[in-house]
């Protein structure tokens, strides 16, 4: 079974939670308050997507420095 990443499901809960909070948050959209709504909804969802970047890069480099590990493990025929 393939695992999920976090690079992918922290994001997608923090997305899940921003929806609930929206509509929970209609109440500014309906008083006028056009910016302030869509601006706190705007940030979030920056922060969100640099969160997914940078929970990426991570994985990454985990990723390559595993590899290098590897790849530099002495064998244990050699000794």
């Known amino acids: 079974m393939k695992r ?3 690079s992918t499901i922290i994001p ?3 997305l899940a939670y921003l ?4 509509i929970l948050g209609l ?5 006028g308050r056009y910016l302030y709504y869509f601006g ?6 920056l922060i969100i997507i ?3 970047f940078v929970l990426k890069k991570r994985e990454q480099l985990q990723q390559k420095r595993e ?3 590897n790849s530099h493990k002495p064998d244990s025929e050699n000794y």
Do not use: C, D, R, V
């Not at 929806?19 to 929206?22: P, Q, T």
């Not at 706190?40 to 969802?45: D, H, R």
């Open 4 to 6: 999920i990443k976090k």
């Open 12 to 14: 997608l809960t923090l």
């Open 19 to 22: 929806a609930i909070m929206s």
């Open 27 to 31: 109440s500014y959209f309906h008083a």
């Open 40 to 45: 706190i909804i705007g940030i979030t969802l």
């Open 50 to 52: 640099l969160l997914h």
């Open 67 to 69: 590899n290098e590990q």
